[in-house]
Nanobody, 125 residues
Framework: QVQLVESGGGLVQAGGSLRLSCAASGRTFSGDPMGWFRQVPGKEREFVAA??????????YYVDAMKGRFTVYRDNTENMVYLQMTGLKPEDTCVYYC????????????????WGRGTQVTVSS
């Protein structure tokens, strides 16, 4: 019954922007970190961003390659998590996945136990 469904992918020109959405159903994930990963055929799944929640607010996680271009945020009321992408480059062309964290490092895909089916992002030069 638990589902994560991504949307918002598409084809954009280099330098453009997209906002990806992830809708969660089946249970509330407000108490769990949520992550975004991306993957192309033949390559390992790559961490993009994550966001966690606690009593003092939210914390976000990025890597240097994407920090400043990508922003993750969430709407717990709607059980949604978003990835705002700007300054897109052809190398950002991937299938993007959202995931719910279970245990371990938020940077590792093995730390997540629920995954969406992905949404395709294609950036043309």
């Amino acid at each position: 019954q638990v589902q994560l469904v991504e949307s918002g992918g598409g084809l954009v020109q280099a330098g453009g922007s997209l906002r990806l959405s992830c809708a969660a159903s089946g249970r509330t994930f407000s108490g769990d970190p949520m992550g975004w990963f991306r993957q192309v055929p033949g390559k390992e799944r790559e961490f993009v961003a994550a966001i966690s929640w606690n009593l003092s607010g939210s914390s976000t996680y990025y890597v240097d390659a994407m920090k400043g271009r990508f922003t993750v945020y969430r709407d717990n009321t709607e059980n949604m998590v978003y990835l705002q992408m700007t300054g897109l480059k052809p190398e950002d062309t991937c299938v993007y996945y959202c995931a719910a964290h279970y245990r371990g490092s938020v940077y590792q895909p093995t730390s997540y136990n629920y995954w969406g089916r992905g949404t395709q992002v294609t950036v043309s030069s």
